[in-house]
């Protein structure tokens, strides 16, 4: 199916700007800032915060007839490194919650998501407190280049299909 919808996640507010949680909504910012994607929409669901994305999501999805696989999510992953992206067209929400709204709201886990590795959360760390929290100064060229891959990928599901996007952003150890 091909990707009519592309969904960053994060939370509204200026205060959640630099946060780990707020990768997606900053990726659809690069994606506003490159080359328009014909026929694609751009969502930051910013009137509500991540976790309750599912609503704004739906309702855009009925009122355009648009299917859940030709949706793709951008969130942040702290299972996975800083600089790596995971491109997966179904599953489950791996505990994000935000994704776990999208999902049980349009009622499938057959939605394809880009997952923006933020992590790892410190030992001895809440997960919670770990996204809340903006980049160290240290990794802030690591953040950019993998938005900008994470754009890259995006444009790629769109123009020549999500698995082609797999194939060339889900490499064992590539890093942004």
Do not use: W
């Not at 942040?76 to 919650?97: A, C, T």
């Amino acid at each position: 199916m091909p990707i009519r919808l592309i969904v960053g996640l994060g939370n509204p507010g200026s205060r959640y700007d630099p946060t780990r949680h707020n990768v997606g909504y900053r990726v659809i910012d690069r994606l506003r800032e490159g080359e328009s994607l014909s026929g694609v929409r751009l969502l930051k669901p910013d009137s509500v915060f991540m976790n309750e994305s599912g609503g704004p999501v739906a309702e855009l999805t009925r009122k355009n007839g648009i299917q859940p696989g030709e949706i793709l999510v951008i969130c942040d992953d702290f299972s996975i490194p800083l600089g790596q992206l995971r491109l997966r067209l179904k599953g489950s929400s791996g505990g994000h919650n935000g994704l776990n709204s999208i999902m049980t709201t349009l009622g499938t886990q057959e939605v394809p998501r880009l997952r923006v590795g933020i992590g790892p959360v410190p030992e001895g760390m809440d997960p919670a407190d770990f996204v809340l929290k903006p980049f160290a100064r240290a990794e802030h060229a690591v953040v950019q280049s993998v938005i900008e891959k994470a754009a890259e990928a995006a444009r790629l599901a769109v123009t020549g299909g999500t698995e082609t996007a797999m194939n060339k952003f889900n490499q064992k150890g590539e890093t942004a």
